[in-house]
C-alpha cells in the first residue's frame, strides 16, 4: 500500500510516517518503480505499536529502543518493563510536583479572594503574589 494508505489506515498523516521513517522508527519504504513508497501490513503492525507507545507517554528514544530490540529478534518484553516502571516512578513524581504546585496556586488564590485591588500594597509589583 501507499504512503496515503497507510496513513490512513493508522489514523496518522503521510508526514508523520516521513518522520517515523527519518527517524528511525519505520525501516526504509520499498519504492515501487515510480518512486512512491510501498508499505505492507509489517509497516502497519509497527505503527500500531508505536501509536500504543506514543500513548503510553513514551519518548520516541525509548520506542526506538523497543524496536531496536525487536528488530534483533530479541522479545523486547523485558526491557518494556523496565521502561514502564521508570515511566511510572516518572508520572507519580509529576504528578506530586503538580500537587505541590497546585497547594502553592490554590493558597495564592485564597488570599487574593480575601482581599481586592484597591487594598494592594503600592510598593509591590502585586499583592497576590
Given at each position: ?18 518522520f517515523?521513517?527519518?527517524?528511525g522508527l ?8 515510480n ?6 501490513q ?11 507507545s ?8 525509548q520506542?526506538r529502543?523497543?524496536?531496536?530490540i ?10 518494556v518493563?523496565?521502561?514502564l516502571?521508570?515511566?511510572l ?9 503538580l ?5 502553592t496556586?490554590a493558597?495564592f488564590?485564597?488570599?487574593?479572594a480575601?482581599s481586592?485591588p484597591a ?10 503574589l
Amino acid at each position: 500500500m501507499r504512503i496515503g494508505e497507510a496513513a490512513t489506515a493508522t489514523g496518522m498523516t503521510t508526514k508523520t510516517l516521513r518522520f517515523y521513517e527519518a527517524e528511525g522508527l519505520l525501516p526504509p519504504a520499498t519504492r515501487a518503480p515510480n518512486g512512491y513508497r510501498e508499505y505492507g501490513q509489517d509497516t502497519l503492525a509497527r505503527l500500531d505499536f508505536i501509536n500504543r507507545s506514543r500513548t503510553a507517554g513514551l519518548t520516541l528514544a525509548q520506542t526506538r529502543s523497543i524496536l531496536r530490540i525487536r528488530d534483533r529478534g530479541e522479545a523486547p518484553c523485558v526491557h518494556v518493563q523496565q521502561v514502564l516502571t521508570r515511566h511510572l516512578a516518572d508520572i507519580d513524581e509529576q504528578i506530586a510536583a503538580l500537587l505541590a504546585l497546585r497547594a502553592t496556586v490554590a493558597e495564592f488564590a485564597e488570599a487574593s479572594a480575601k482581599s481586592g485591588p484597591a487594598e494592594c500594597d503600592p510598593d509591590r509589583i502585586c499583592s497576590y503574589l
